[in-house]
């Protein structure tokens, strides 16, 4: 089995529509694909609806959290997306993309770049606007060659000139909010330093503690050493550790499947989860 347990569509900052990402996902030979857009499940029925035969849906979305001052990215498969509590913290997050990209593009407008909340909505579509998509304008404006460039500290990296903070919630209480809606807990690239600083591991381990089950060890922003230290890190701590594509699209370089999860691991992901449950592909349109 081939199973990729992190991808994004147009729901949040990926370039594929939801049925477009399964029916590409089934064409790279997935066995298993997990929808996971930033804060939202918007586009979990869409995805369903589209699946093809033989390809199986794991709903999820990837949490924005924070953490001693770090920004740091949850995945939660397999929840109850109708829980009031984690739908409500959420919405709270959504609703912050929008004054943050805002302020963000005036902060760039003050640099000289002469992007507009127009350009910036237009690339969004329908998703969540976020950060990509301000990259995204970037490039369109031909201020930096490609969106991976537009994240350093010159611009929109955490810390950067045109950077602003936005809601995230307590990994804490997110891990509580997510198990209380019967879903697993994944903390996502736990060691992608070139995205910024990186959560220590004794507060991995202390999130370990309260109910995280599991880290991402293979991941395109991790390399060799790191993957080892990562999967040691997770057999310390007894925690599951995945690997997965962070797929987008067209916006990243990585392919789905780049990256892979074991199959007992995800057979252990699906066994604790209690909030919904997978999606077998029956041919959808």
Excluded at 246 to 273: F, M, Q, W
């Amino acid at each position: 089995m081939r199973i990729d347990l992190h991808t994004h569509s147009t729901a949040s900052d990926g370039t594929d529509t939801p049925a477009e990402l399964v029916r590409n996902a089934a064409a790279a030979g997935l066995d298993v694909v997990a929808l996971t857009d930033h804060d939202t499940t918007r586009g979990h029925a869409e995805a369903a609806a589209a699946l093809p035969e033989g390809l199986t849906l794991v709903t999820g979305a990837e949490l924005s959290c924070r953490v001693g001052g770090i920004s740091m990215h949850l995945l939660a498969y397999l929840f109850d997306p109708a829980e009031p509590a984690l739908l409500a913290e959420r919405e709270l997050v959504r609703d912050d993309r929008v004054p943050r990209a805002q302020g963000m593009i005036a902060k760039l407008n003050a640099l000289d770049v002469p992007v507009s909340w127009e350009q910036v909505r237009r690339i969004a579509g329908d998703g969540s606007v976020g950060r990509p998509h301000i990259a995204t304008a970037l490039v369109e404006l031909g201020v930096v060659p490609s969106v991976d460039a537009a994240f350093t500290a010159e611009w929109l990296a955490d810390g950067g000139r045109a950077h602003m903070d936005k809601h995230e919630t307590d990994p804490f209480e997110a891990i509580r909010l997510v198990k209380a809606a019967g879903g697993v807990t994944v903390f996502a690239h736990p060691g992608a330093a070139k995205r910024g600083r990186t959560v220590p591991e004794p507060v991995i381990a202390e999130l370990a503690a309260a109910g995280l089950d599991g880290i991402e060890a293979d991941h395109m922003d991790h390399d060799p050493d790191t993957r080892a230290r990562l999967r040691g890190l997770a057999k310390e701590l007894g925690l599951l550790a995945t690997g997965s594509s962070d797929y987008h699209g067209s916006r990243k370089t990585c392919v789905l499947g780049e990256n892979v999860t074991d199959p007992e691991v995800y057979g252990e992901i699906v066994r604790r989860a209690t909030g919904a449950f997978p999606v077998p592909g029956t041919g959808g349109a």
